[in-house]
């Protein structure tokens, strides 16, 4: 509500808008469409974010621990790429070289801080020194491999791979299954890199390198980076699917409610005007859309057609009853729709600025640009709307102009209420408590398959994951101790024991794991001591 004392300034003001809207309508017009035509092409360019910590609150102390273990450890946002062989397994010697290649190649993709699969790890083994001792040979856990001109050879190598690959507890189960058809290829990317754009580099080259070796291997795309990508890209996708039909259903109602297709077009385009200047700004200051603000044009197409729809039924309100000058008619209905029209606008403006509080930065960029964007609405209300039913042809009607069985209606339910107050009450009152009960009963899920329809690219990659490799999810721990300390390491392997006897988890490794390869490695790392800090990670299955 405005203060009564606000009122007349208020009246004021509105009625020297009015008067310069009708007096200047071609030049508000003329400018109004300029400014559009300039804002539309900087609008479309509007950039997408798809970090989702960014929605973690600010200052929080775990917050700022989760970053630092971010940075220290290059990035704990995990791209996790599975590739698997429909007929075989993957250690035919062709798919080797694409799965190495591939390796390689996602390596180079900027934002990417390292990448983990079975063609790129090391491998401890034990031989005997020509003096017979038992020493430790660190190489590569798959080695060099054959140019396959010679099959039998090649065949024999790919045995020799696949008995030695699986053979290692530590990396069967957890980077390729236990029949050998799965993989995943882990890429750590960087906390400093934009993950969307990361992600769809690693897909491009991922889908690139497979292509182009004529693969017949199949890929599968999960974890944040992927997911986050899916949604921004399924988001944008939906905004431009829903916007349309909800454009039609607001301009249909108009059409039904005012009768004059004038009308409807400038309502409707009266919200149009204010997304392409609205998302033209962020753009032009360099804001992004996130997960909640993708959302802002239809909530304005939604929410901000009110403004407009309400001066034009004065303004046919006026015109139906006679006043035959459209100045006059257009100018007395701002006079006196226009403060209404304000003190809403204002209300709501301050309700999206409340946001300001929050500690989540998407969530006040949200509020503060819903907040701008419905008063540069209620000014386009005040001042594009009148300007363009002087330009336009706006007619009245002798007849009125809504449907005679939406007046029955809205009068009989407001007469049945009427007659029975009593039971009205009664049955709001109910609905209120029954809504406040089943509102107790809501909880809350953090698991994001929830979000995603069967058969979606997300549920087909988390299902592919959970059927070969124990899941997608991530739990990373930082340990923090001298790695060179045997008790330390002693520590870190109870530590993971523990997890892994936990419900749910059904993979854990730590720096302990490889190490447990071979004893004789915990005495080359006992020569030297310095303190580092180490990481324990997790996979969670559903």
Known sequence: MVSPRLQPGISALISTIGHFAVKRAGLIISLSILCTLALIPVALNTQYDDDVIKFLPEGDPEVQRFREIG???QGLSVGIIGVEAEEGDLFDLKRLKTLRKLTRKLRDVPGVGSVTSVTGLRDVEEEISPLGESVA?????????????NKAAALQFSKAIRAKVLSRDHIRGALISESGKASLILCNIQP???????????RHVAEGV????????????????????????????????????????ILFILLVTSRSLPGALIALSAVGVCIAW?????????????????????????????????LLARVFSNLDQGISDKKTAVLEAVQSAGPPIAGAGLT?????????????Q?????????????????????????AACIMLPLKGRDSGRAPNWALSLMCGAAGAVIKRGRLALFVCLTLAASSAY??????????????????????NAEDFFQEHLGGSRFLQVEIEGNIKDPMVLRQIERFATYAAAREGVSDVQSVVTPMACYSGVYQILSQKRCPIIVALFGRLSN
């Open 438 to 459: 089943f509102t107790s009963q809501l909880t809350t899920n953090v698991d994001t398959r929830h979000l995603f329809e069967e058969g979606s690219e997300p549920i």
């Open 278 to 310: 609205t998302m033209g700004l962020m753009s032009l200051f360099g804001h992004r859309l996130t997960l909640v603000s993708s959302s802002l044009p239809v909530l304005l197409v939604a929410l901000g057609s009110a403004y407009s729809i309400h």
């Open 362 to 386: 998407p969530m006040r960029s949200f509020g503060l640009w819903m907040a701008g964007s419905t008063l540069l609405i209620v000014a386009i209300a005040l001042v594009v709307v009148p």
């Open 192 to 202: 400093e890199a934009e993950l969307k754009k990361a992600a769809d580099q690693l």
């Open 348 to 360: 709501t403006a301050l309700g999206f600025l409340s946001f300001q509080v929050m500690d989540i």
């Open 137 to 149: 040979v660190i190489g590569d856990l798959i080695g060099e491999l054959p140019d396959g001109k």
């Open 71 to 73: 940075t220290r450890f």
């Open 210 to 249: 497979l292509s182009e070796d004529g693969s017949d291997l199949r890929l599968y795309f999960g974890g944040a980076p992927f997911v986050g990508a899916f949604v921004s890209d399924g988001t944008r996708a939906d905004m431009g699917r829903l916007f349309p039909f909800v454009a039609l259903a």
